[in-house]
């Protein structure tokens, strides 16, 4: 299929690397991926650098890890070869590849993939303004519920 | 109760119906009536919204849909539907291996 239209399939492959490794090291890394993936005439279709991220549970005695996310086009068994490199580093603590489709439409991807993460920010402002709301209206209570009580008080007061 | 004894006296079955009719909208108005009571259809959050994306990178989309312990929400209680539900048990064990939502917590 893929030979008839002239693409290639497509792979995505999240990687969690030790958080201690450098950043000269993590470029090493990341270059051994790129090396692999031009000798299997792929294409790096977009990186992502996420961070070091606290994982929800620790991996190795590890309880912090730095996300690189590729996303990659190649043929044959890329996948294959990409992880048994990632499988000799010892600094990778954990790795999962996953196949996106067929024929792969790099352009459309980074398009889509844009719109999803500025989507999710909005969503995440929109739920940070509301939080601040919140906040507002709970500290606009206090005052009030401090005076509410000190009413009645003072009618039972005068009724006695 | 003055109502009910005329009811009876015409004849026993519509009264029985009259008295359930009475019971149900008692109810209602309590709002604590299991029968009959008000049930607000639940949609599929994925079905609905268009920018709302099933993605396993996503850890806050996933935590809406994962307990406190890590468990992922039944259907009959997120409303998603079949189909989205299915796509959202892949993507949150994806999601666990990366180690971005908990095995048995939620995660940080």
């Given at each position: ?160 | ?49 268009n920018e709302f994306v099933l993605d396993y990178k996503d850890a806050r989309m996933m935590q ?8 992922i929400v039944p259907r009959r209680i997120s409303g998603n539907c079949a189909m989205h539900q ?23």
């Open positions: 299929m893929s030979a008839i239209t002239g693409k290639l399939p497509g792979y995505e492959t999240t990687i969690i690397t030790r958080s201690e490794l450098s950043d000269d090291g993590l470029k090493a890394l990341q270059d051994r991926i790129a090396g692999v993936i031009t000798a299997y005439k792929g294409e790096t279709v977009l990186t992502e650098d996420w961070g070091r991220k606290k994982l929800a549970y620790s991996i190795g005695k590890e309880s912090r890890g730095h996300y690189n996310y590729i996303v990659y086009t190649g043929a044959g068994d890329i996948v294959h070869e990409i992880e048994r490199n990632l499988r000799l580093s010892e600094h990778v603590l954990r790795f999962l590849t996953v196949n996106l489709e067929k024929e792969f439409d790099g352009e459309a991807f980074k398009k889509r993939r844009a719109e999803i993460q500025a989507a999710a920010k909005k969503r995440e402002e929109e739920r940070e303004a509301r939080r601040e709301e919140r906040m507002a209206e709970r500290r606009g209570y206090e005052p009030r519920e401090r005076s509410a009580p000190a009413a009645p008080a003072a009618s039972e007061e005068a009724g006695e | 109760m003055a109502m009910i004894t005329t009811t009876k006296s015409e004849s026993s079955a519509p009264a029985g119906k009259q008295d359930r009719q009475d019971r149900e909208e008692r109810m209602e108005k309590d709002g604590d009536g299991r029968r009959g009571g008000f049930h607000r259809k639940k949609v599929c959050r994925f079905c609905s919204d809406s849909f994962v307990t406190e312990h890590g468990k299915r796509k959202l048990t892949t993507a949150v064990k994806r999601a666990r291996n990366l180690a971005l939502v908990g095995y048995v917590s939620m995660g940080a």
